[in-house]
């Protein structure tokens, strides 16, 4: 059935030009393969504007774009690639109607795509348009309706090769990071290739390059000794004591003893009740050193019969090193031994050296195939994905060391001294606990959407998705000599069908009154071997009263099964893991557990939303928001948010401590609770606007939207007049070089931002100057070129140098955030007291801020983040009391020059023609949080350097466009 529906039907209605048009002959001065190129048929460059023609390259549905950026808008982020930009904008794509974690829905020309690999490496300056939409836009698409939808629109002709070369460190150093890429594109019509290749590599920061504090350990270990009493807490010796004039429980060794000098008493008396505490810093890292290396092809190309088809391969390797401190060894001396002068048995506790700190080593590599067939048919838009993917891990993890045969030395009085250094060949290393991991994946996907029938307001638009996928999962773990093993396989079944009938209309005139009305009803259902039928029902209202008003309500319920690795992860242990333990209000070192659990059950959630979307200015770039989402799972799962009373006695068996009630094991592999409750309101605005004196447009009649909805070729463009000449449409939208327009000035204007040889072939390097191809003097998408046309039209020319403002804000109410452990059991209240993990509590407001400024190619951007404050409650035998975790506020610092921009440097320098240099400052002002318990102090585990390492990070990047 999908390769009838493929291969079947008339002729896309979005295709760039019948094919019965004839082609327009080159205009002159144009490359021969331009000529040929059938994109470029004189049917394209006729004119029909229309308001509700859908923008070229535009998601299908009835569902509005929140926000829409033009390329001036895009390139004052001042950002290389597609990932690149959705990180910054990551205040407007945020959505809190999933499960937590979820990427966005990312859409190309208004299709899908086969895995964020196909797009994520794609230059900024091949983008014409980015449409935000709100989550419900997903369901035309095939997804569920619980993460935005954030599409991409290319333009039709780009082709640049960029190198960028990035550094950057820590103020408080300790830390260098450097970062290497290579990106090739060539970008013609629907063709298209891109070569990626990228190299990280970061060093390590270790403890002793911070200010941090010493956990709390079983035992007091120290490079040259401590001794203690044969039990724990017991006094090492009344004479000692005697001595000391008090009882001594721990005395740390003298430095001449360790190497090699006699024992006595009266030598221990300086550091009786002292415990020798030397740096050991430099064995434990905060932050592991990491390399990284990824390689990307992408390869899209047009087919017979007005498919559309992609091809990607990806591949990516990476190696982490951590350090978790020295092994400590305890050694019980006997009082008989001929080198003790203690009259009964004592312990010595030593770092040993000897094999240098306990590691642990993790290397992964994945790779991915994946490919996308697209056609449309009439007015159906039909897509058919399909990916493979690998992936492999491996972590070892160093465990400690063995002193048997030392003990056994020390028994049998054959030490010559065992307070002076251990022989290394007296000590062996144990061996280290493994844990490697392989997953497969296949999955094929099928999605058709389109106009059904027509009602009096309008086309009843449907989607129906059909899809297969099939994981694999093995996993093996070797601890303390013990092997486990794991394989686990799903198959899964998917449909999916969403239907959005139009009530009122008032282009059709039906039931004007109201606006635009429509209502929407999804269903699906997963079929998974493992778990069985998952459903999910959901319908929705989205309602347009006014022009610029948008108000969408929506419920949905669907059910979810834990993930393989969740399930069937392999076991991983580190050893010294530093966590903060509520009960004894102490930072210790203990033994985590990770992994998998194979008894996690299934959730089911329910979310409702009501999300109003004004644009109250007409003709003005600003968006207000507002979306209230109340969510309620069962059975979710997650991992325990942090070492509090509470959670220790709501899951005792996930903590284990010894005898004197120190904590030494936390097993933190994921649990199903009862169930979860958030509600949450959030609200913000977005504006944009030019700045500065702006370009005068080349061409009489392009509107105030001129080359920012185009790019698709074919077609009016949104600021293109409705009385357009076609001969005009053929004289400027083909791109011929200045010196053929009268109207843009002389050729030397122009020329400054045309690469050399690039005669009749477009380039990326006047996309650098802002507003070059946005706002400034380009004739909307125009003819077959887009913007600018396939000449010299991405070069800066007169006046391309316009500036632009833009300023974001958003604010986050938690007015809901609560975890039901058990049925009738306890609540934890995240707002009130409970833990969310072990930076406090959940904040109730939170606020995201941006705002940008570019002008001649320079620009500058500020993001800041702010928190609330929150408090953890204490039992009341805390010796701390309630730790209050304070407010924070971080903000960041961009600064840009498009040196290509500035026509007198490049004149001198051409080597900087399409060249960007950029600094950054993260954490500008290098700001912490500020944890107090209730008498004020800091508790270790909470200071500053140990929550934020890095601190103040500093990166400064060149990158450079080849023509």
Same mark, same amino acid.
């Given at each position: 059935?999908?390769?009838?529906?493929?291969?079947?039907?008339?002729?896309?209605?979005?295709?760039?030009?019948?094919?019965?048009?004839?082609?327009?002959?080159?205009?002159?001065?144009?490359?021969?393969?331009?000529?040929?190129?059938?994109?470029?048929?004189?049917?394209?460059?006729?004119?029909?504007?229309?308001?509700?023609?859908?923008?070229?390259?535009?998601?299908?549905?009835?569902?509005?774009?929140?926000?829409?950026?033009?390329?001036?808008?895009?390139?004052?982020?001042?950002?290389?690639?597609?990932?690149?930009?959705?990180?910054?904008?990551?205040?407007?794509?945020?959505?809190?109607?999933?499960?937590?974690?979820?990427?966005?829905?990312?859409?190309?020309?208004?299709?899908?795509?086969?895995?964020?690999?196909?797009?994520?490496?794609?230059?900024?300056?091949?983008?014409?348009?980015?449409?935000?939409?709100?989550?419900?836009?997903?369901?035309?698409?095939?997804?569920?309706?619980?993460?935005?939808?954030?599409?991409?629109?290319?333009?039709?002709?780009?082709?640049?090769?960029?190198?960028?070369?990035?550094?950057?460190?820590?103020?408080?150093?300790?830390?260098?990071?450097?970062?290497?890429?290579?990106?090739?594109?060539?970008?013609?019509?629907?063709?298209?290739?891109?070569?990626?290749?990228?190299?990280?590599?970061?060093?390590?920061?270790?403890?002793?390059?911070?200010?941090?504090?010493?956990?709390?350990?079983?035992?007091?270990?120290?490079?040259?000794?401590?001794?203690?009493?044969?039990?724990?807490?017991?006094?090492?010796?009344?004479?000692?004591?005697?001595?000391?004039?008090?009882?001594?429980?721990?005395?740390?060794?003298?430095?001449?003893?360790?190497?090699?000098?006699?024992?006595?008493?009266?030598?221990?008396?300086?550091?009786?009740?002292?415990?020798?505490?030397?740096?050991?810093?430099?064995?434990?890292?905060?932050?592991?050193?990491?390399?990284?290396?990824?390689?990307?092809?992408?390869?899209?190309?047009?087919?017979?019969?007005?498919?559309?088809?992609?091809?990607?391969?990806?591949?990516?390797?990476?190696?982490?090193?951590?350090?978790?401190?020295?092994?400590?060894?305890?050694?019980?001396?006997?009082?008989?031994?001929?080198?003790?002068?203690?009259?009964?048995?004592?312990?010595?506790?030593?770092?040993?050296?000897?094999?240098?700190?306990?590691?642990?080593?993790?290397?992964?590599?994945?790779?991915?195939?994946?490919?996308?067939?697209?056609?449309?048919?009439?007015?159906?838009?039909?897509?058919?994905?399909?990916?493979?993917?690998?992936?492999?891990?491996?972590?070892?993890?160093?465990?400690?060391?063995?002193?048997?045969?030392?003990?056994?030395?020390?028994?049998?009085?054959?030490?010559?001294?065992?307070?002076?250094?251990?022989?290394?060949?007296?000590?062996?290393?144990?061996?280290?606990?493994?844990?490697?991991?392989?997953?497969?994946?296949?999955?094929?996907?099928?999605?058709?959407?389109?106009?059904?029938?027509?009602?009096?307001?309008?086309?009843?638009?449907?989607?129906?998705?059909?899809?297969?996928?099939?994981?694999?999962?093995?996993?093996?773990?070797?601890?303390?000599?013990?092997?486990?093993?794991?394989?686990?396989?799903?198959?899964?079944?998917?449909?999916?069908?969403?239907?959005?009938?139009?009530?009122?209309?008032?282009?059709?005139?039906?039931?004007?009154?109201?606006?635009?009305?429509?209502?929407?009803?999804?269903?699906?259902?997963?079929?998974?071997?493992?778990?069985?039928?998952?459903?999910?029902?959901?319908?929705?209202?989205?309602?347009?009263?006014?022009?610029?008003?948008?108000?969408?309500?929506?419920?949905?319920?669907?059910?979810?099964?834990?993930?393989?690795?969740?399930?069937?992860?392999?076991?991983?242990?580190?050893?010294?893991?530093?966590?903060?333990?509520?009960?004894?209000?102490?930072?210790?070192?203990?033994?985590?557990?990770?992994?998998?659990?194979?008894?996690?059950?299934?959730?089911?959630?329910?979310?409702?939303?009501?999300?109003?979307?004004?644009?109250?200015?007409?003709?003005?770039?600003?968006?207000?928001?507002?979306?209230?989402?109340?969510?309620?799972?069962?059975?979710?799962?997650?991992?325990?948010?942090?070492?509090?009373?509470?959670?220790?006695?709501?899951?005792?068996?996930?903590?284990?401590?010894?005898?004197?009630?120190?904590?030494?094991?936390?097993?933190?592999?994921?649990?199903?609770?009862?169930?979860?409750?958030?509600?949450?309101?959030?609200?913000?605005?977005?504006?944009?606007?030019?700045? #500065? *004196?702006?370009?005068?447009?080349?061409?009489? %009649?392009? &509107?105030? /939207?001129? $080359?920012?909805?185009? @790019?698709?070729? =074919? !077609?009016?463009?949104?600021?293109?007049?409705?009385?357009?000449?076609?001969?005009?449409?053929?004289?400027?939208?083909?791109?011929?070089?200045?010196?053929?327009?009268?109207?843009?000035?002389?050729?030397?204007?122009?020329?400054?931002?045309?690469?050399?040889?690039?005669?009749?072939?477009?380039?990326?390097?006047?996309?650098?100057?802002?507003?070059?191809?946005?706002?400034?003097?380009?004739? #909307? *998408?125009?003819?077959?070129?887009?913007?600018? %046309?396939? &000449?010299? /039209?991405? $070069?800066?020319?007169? @006046?391309?140098? =316009? !500036?632009?403002?833009?300023?974001?804000?958003?604010?986050?109410?938690?007015?809901?955030?609560?975890?039901?452990?058990?049925?009738?059991?306890?609540?934890?209240?995240?707002?009130?007291?409970?833990?969310?993990?072990?930076?406090?509590?959940?904040?109730?407001?939170?606020?995201?801020?941006?705002?940008?400024?570019?002008?001649?190619?320079?620009?500058?951007?500020?993001?800041?983040?702010?928190?609330?404050?929150?408090?953890?409650?204490?039992?009341?035998?805390?010796?701390? /009391?309630?730790?209050?975790?304070?407010?924070?506020?971080?903000?960041?610092?961009?600064?840009?020059?498009?040196?290509?921009?500035?026509?007198?440097?490049?004149?001198?320098?051409?080597?900087?023609?399409?060249?960007?240099?950029?600094?950054?400052?993260?954490?500008?002002?290098?700001?912490?949080?500020?944890?107090?318990?209730?008498?004020?102090?800091?508790?270790?585990?909470?200071?500053?350097?140990?929550?934020?390492?890095?601190?103040?990070?500093?990166?400064?990047?060149?990158?450079?466009?080849?023509?």
């Amino acid at each position: 059935m999908v390769a009838l529906l493929l291969a079947g039907g008339a002729t896309s209605a979005y295709a760039q030009a019948p094919e019965s048009g004839q082609s327009a002959p080159a205009p002159q001065g144009a490359s021969a393969d331009f000529a040929e190129d059938d994109e470029y048929a004189v049917s394209e460059l006729v004119v029909v504007a229309s308001r509700n023609t859908p923008q070229p390259g535009a998601v299908v549905g009835d569902i509005q774009p929140e926000i829409q950026l033009s390329p001036a808008q895009i390139q004052s982020y001042g950002v290389s690639s597609i990932a690149d930009l959705l990180s910054e904008l990551s205040p407007q794509i945020s959505s809190s109607r999933g499960r937590g974690g979820e990427a966005p829905v990312v859409l190309l020309n208004g299709r899908r795509i086969s895995g964020m690999g196909e797009i994520r490496d794609i230059p900024t300056e091949a983008i014409m348009r980015v449409d935000i939409l709100p989550e419900e836009a997903a369901l035309a698409y095939g997804f569920r309706a619980d993460q935005r939808v954030v599409n991409f629109v290319l333009r039709r002709r780009f082709q640049a090769t960029a190198a960028e070369v990035v550094g950057a460190g820590p103020t408080a150093g300790g830390q260098a990071t450097g970062r290497v890429e290579l990106n090739r594109i060539e970008i013609r019509g629907d063709n298209r290739v891109n070569m990626v290749l990228k190299v990280q590599s970061s060093s390590a920061i270790t403890a002793d390059e911070r200010d941090v504090g010493d956990a709390v350990s079983a035992q007091p270990f120290d490079l040259l000794g401590n001794i203690t009493g044969a039990t724990r807490g017991g006094e090492i010796d009344p004479a000692l004591s005697a001595l000391a004039g008090g009882p001594v429980t721990v005395a740390g060794l003298p430095a001449a003893v360790a190497q090699g000098q006699p024992l006595t008493l009266e030598a221990l008396t300086t550091t009786a009740g002292v415990a020798n505490a030397g740096d050991v810093g430099r064995y434990r890292t905060l932050v592991p050193e990491t390399q990284t290396v990824t390689g990307n092809v992408v390869v899209a190309r047009t087919l017979p019969n007005d498919f559309r088809g992609t091809l990607t391969a990806n591949f990516s390797a990476s190696r982490s090193d951590s350090m978790r401190g020295l092994p400590g060894a305890s050694l019980a001396i006997p009082g008989t031994d001929p080198a003790s002068p203690f009259a009964g048995d004592v312990t010595l506790n030593r770092y040993v050296e000897a094999f240098g700190p306990l590691r642990q080593t993790n290397e992964s590599w994945s790779g991915q195939i994946g490919g996308s067939l697209n056609r449309d048919i009439d007015q159906w838009r039909l897509s058919l994905t399909g990916a493979y993917d690998h992936s492999d891990s491996f972590t070892r993890s160093d465990v400690g060391v063995d002193v048997g045969a030392l003990q056994a030395a020390v028994d049998t009085a054959t030490l010559a001294s065992p307070f002076a250094a251990w022989p290394s060949a007296l000590i062996a290393e144990r061996g280290g606990n493994k844990a490697r991991s392989v997953s497969d994946g296949v999955n094929l996907q099928f999605v058709a959407s389109g106009p059904a029938f027509e009602v009096p307001a309008g086309p009843v638009r449907t989607s129906i998705k059909l899809g297969e996928a099939a994981s694999w999962l093995s996993s093996d773990t070797l601890r303390l000599g013990v092997e486990r093993s794991v394989d686990l396989s799903r198959n899964t079944l998917s449909a999916q069908g969403s239907v959005d009938i139009p009530l009122a209309s008032r282009k059709n005139d039906v039931l004007p009154f109201l606006g635009d009305l429509s209502v929407n009803a999804n269903a699906a259902v997963d079929e998974l071997s493992d778990f069985g039928a998952l459903t999910t029902v959901g319908f929705g209202v989205n309602w347009r009263p006014v022009t610029g008003v948008s108000l969408i309500v929506s419920h949905t319920r669907d059910e979810g099964a834990p993930s393989m690795s969740q399930l069937g992860g392999p076991q991983v242990v580190t050893e010294a893991s530093r966590v903060f333990d509520y009960v004894t209000g102490r930072t210790v070192e203990v033994r985590r557990l990770d992994g998998g659990n194979a008894a996690l059950v299934g959730d089911e959630r329910n979310v409702t939303k009501v999300g109003l979307t004004w644009k109250p200015i007409t003709g003005q770039d600003l968006t207000l928001s507002a979306s209230y989402v109340r969510s309620r799972i069962d059975n979710p799962t997650a991992s325990l948010p942090a070492v509090t009373a509470e959670i220790e006695a709501a899951f005792p068996d996930r903590f284990t401590r010894d005898a004197d009630g120190d904590l030494v094991q936390i097993d933190y592999r994921p649990l199903n609770f009862a169930q979860t409750r958030t509600e949450t309101l959030r609200w913000g605005f977005n504006y944009s606007r030019p700045w #500065g *004196p702006q370009p005068q447009r080349r061409f009489p %009649g392009a &509107g105030p /939207g001129a $080359g920012q909805a185009g @790019g698709q070729g =074919g !077609g009016a463009g949104a600021g293109q007049s409705v009385g357009q000449s076609v001969d005009q449409s053929a004289g400027t939208g083909r791109g011929e070089s200045s010196a053929e327009r009268p109207d843009v000035g002389p050729p030397e204007a122009a020329s400054a931002g045309a690469s050399p040889g690039a005669e009749g072939r477009p380039s990326a390097e006047g996309a650098q100057a802002q507003g070059g191809f946005g706002d400034g003097p380009r004739f #909307g *998408p125009g003819g077959p070129g887009g913007p600018g %046309g396939p &000449g010299r /039209g991405f $070069g800066p020319g007169p @006046g391309g140098m =316009g !500036g632009r403002i833009q300023f974001a804000v958003y604010h986050t109410v938690n007015l809901e955030n609560e975890i039901l452990v058990r049925e009738g059991g306890p609540v934890f209240d995240l707002l009130r007291g409970s833990a969310a993990g072990n930076g406090g509590g959940q904040p109730r407001h939170q606020v995201q801020a941006q705002a940008g400024i570019s002008r001649n190619g320079m620009g500058a951007r500020l993001s800041a983040n702010w928190q609330s404050a929150t408090t953890v409650d204490a039992p009341p035998a805390s010796p701390t /009391g309630d730790l209050r975790f304070g407010s924070l506020a971080t903000v960041d610092l961009r600064l840009f020059a498009n040196l290509g921009a500035n026509r007198d440097l490049v004149t001198k320098h051409p080597f900087l023609r399409g060249s960007r240099v950029s600094l950054s400052v993260t954490n500008l002002f290098d700001a912490d949080q500020r944890v107090r318990d209730a008498a004020g102090r800091t508790p270790t585990g909470y200071l500053a350097d140990e929550l934020n390492p890095t601190g103040r990070v500093v990166s400064l990047s060149f990158r450079k466009l080849f023509f």
